[in-house]
């Protein structure tokens, strides 16, 4: 279904780690409003589509957000290679790394993990539009 390039879309290239916007931007992956409840509200919201062009542009939309989990992954993961303990005590990271070390783990910066009640899919056309707006307009 879908043609997977080995890259991303845009090349991350942070030299410098910084755990304590490690976990601003790790919210932008699993918060609420992050990109993996993009792509699960796009890529379940399609099928209650009426009609295939705006089922269509949902299923792009999904799999274009998919493609962002994987950039905000690339930095978050860059922020936090190779910190040291000094580094990562007395920041927002510390309790993330006693659960995760350095592993990749979608959550919003509060600490709650991913949850797909961040997204909701009614099957009615105008309430699920109505939804990606409201989700896709406080976007950080």
């Known amino acids: 279904m879908w043609s997977y390039e080995k890259r991303l879309q845009y090349p991350v290239n942070i030299t410098t780690t910084n755990p304590k916007l490690a976990m601003v931007i790790m919210s932008q992956l699993g918060g609420?409003?992050?990109?993996?409840?993009a792509a699960g509200r796009y890529l379940s919201q399609r099928y209650g589509m009426p009609y295939a062009e705006v089922a269509g542009l949902l299923t792009d939309i999904g799999t274009e957000e998919m493609a962002h989990e994987e950039m905000i992954a690339a930095i978050v993961h860059q922020l936090t290679r190779n910190l040291t303990a000094e580094q990562i005590e007395g920041t927002p990271f510390a309790n993330y790394y006693v659960d995760h070390t350095l592993g990749i783990y979608p959550q919003a910066a509060s600490g709650m993990p991913?949850?797909?009640?961040?997204?909701?899919?009614?099957g009615?056309?105008?309430t699920d539009l109505h939804e990606d707006l409201a989700a896709d307009g406080t976007i950080l």
């Open 32 to 37: 609420p409003d992050g990109e993996k409840a």
């Open 124 to 126: 009615d056309p105008l």
């Open 114 to 122: 991913f949850t797909a009640t961040y997204f909701q899919s009614k």
